[in-house]
């Protein structure tokens, strides 16, 4: 896996692209594991180098990790791997986020429908519409949830609070729920974006802090544990949240601490709202109870703090937000609002009838 400093003078480098150079075609990932000190690009040649990037979180965030999943049946194609054996190991990668066995299956499909010799070209198209998707999802996500901010917190102004990073780090577009954050802030409604700090990785800290300076939004950065205070302070308008899987009866998985956040917003009557395209929603799996949840090695929470030697760490990167909790689902195809399977289920059957 090379590694070198990414092209910026136009600005940041997107969080993934294909490239053909004449010594064969890669993958490169800005690396997100080093922002915001450094903007550096991985450049990924074969899949085992692409799944070490995503188990480290290089790449990351569900849609990114759809994009990545099916570029790197395109990129096993194109280098003459073993597609299958690529597609099983990408698939696993990381278990929570169902894009990224999506985004394979999709590619995979792709290069089993080609005729001869056409698979590896037949997969990369494939790649390229998923990516397509995936941008023009962000810009209706977008259009909707401003709509639904409008319902929500009358008066415009919007407080609004967030957790992990869900923009244009983690999408082929401007993102999910930093996506429409966005468009408030364009709008001049965002009066102040919360920024939990989404310990231990600090997905907070890190990229959404990073992505909202440089989209000039008032932003506040916040330790996950004061979020309580600010509830109480009633300086949040809305919580808006991304979704590495949402289930058929609407609980949805997203990053840890995202649970008492909803649970917060209750009780303090504040909407909380999921944004996610329709990719994040799994029919098959049926209960928040079903979806496997990542555990992570304990050493991310003890690396962060000093504690004695031989400390145990419980870390698991994502929890689980019933369906009771969340206020409304932001999809590409309209806003699911109340979250039930039925509504769920009648918002993604409109990608059928396309
Ligand atoms: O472990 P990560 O950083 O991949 O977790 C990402 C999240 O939890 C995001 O909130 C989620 O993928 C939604 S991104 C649009």
Redesign the pocket.
């Known amino acids: 896996m090379g590694d070198h400093l990414a092209k910026s003078g136009h600005g940041t480098a997107p969080a993934l692209r294909w490239e053909d150079p004449p010594d064969g075609p890669v993958l490169v990932l800005l690396d997100q594991t080093r922002l915001p000190q450094e903007e550096v690009e991985l450049v990924c040649t074969d899949v085992p180098a692409l799944v070490q990037a995503i188990r480290t979180?290089a790449v990351?965030?569900?849609?990114l990790l759809g994009l990545a999943g099916a570029y790197g049946i395109a990129l096993a194609a194109a280098r003459g791997y073993d597609v299958d054996d690529a597609a099983a190991v990408l698939a696993h990668a990381r278990p929570t986020?169902v894009n990224l066995g999506y985004g394979v299956r999709r590619a995979l499909a792709a290069f089993r429908a080609a005729g001869p010799g056409q698979g590896a070209a037949a997969a990369l198209a494939e790649a390229r519409r998923l990516h397509a998707e995936d941008a023009a999802a962000s810009t209706a996500m977008a259009e909707h949830g401003a709509r639904l901010l409008a319902e929500l917190a009358p008066g415009g102004g919007y407080r609004i609070l967030t957790h992990?990073?869900?923009g244009a780090l983690?999408?082929g577009g401007e993102?999910?729920?930093l996506g429409v954050v966005l468009a408030a802030h364009r709008a001049g409604e965002l009066r102040r974006l919360w920024v939990d700090e989404t310990r231990p990785?600090l997905?907070g800290a890190r990229l959404t802090a990073w992505e909202a300076a440089r989209a000039g939004m008032p932003y506040t950065l916040l330790a996950d544990n004061a979020a309580g205070s600010l509830f109480t302070a009633g300086e949040v308008d809305a919580v808006l949240?991304?979704?590495?899987r949402i289930a058929a009866d609407g609980s949805t998985a997203?990053?840890v601490g995202s649970y008492p956040l909803a649970v917060l917003a209750r009780y303090h009557q504040v909407p909380f709202v999921v944004v996610?395209p329709t990719t994040t929603v799994d029919q098959a799996t049926p209960t928040g109870a079903a979806i496997e949840v990542e555990q992570r090695p304990g050493s991310e929470v003890t690396d962060l703090a000093p504690s004695p030697l031989g400390t145990q760490a419980y870390n698991p990167?994502?929890d689980v937000t019933p369906p009771e909790l969340i206020t409304a689902i932001v999809t590409e195809n309209g806003v699911v609002s109340p979250v039930t399977a039925e509504s769920l289920a009648a918002v993604c059957a409109q990608n059928d009838v396309r």
Not at 60 to 63: K, Q
Not at 241 to 244: C, K, M, Q, R, S
Request: aromatic share 4%.
């Open positions: 979180l990351r965030g569900a849609p986020a992990c990073n869900t983690v999408s993102g999910t729920a990785l997905q949240i991304g979704a590495d997203n990053k996610a990167a994502f």
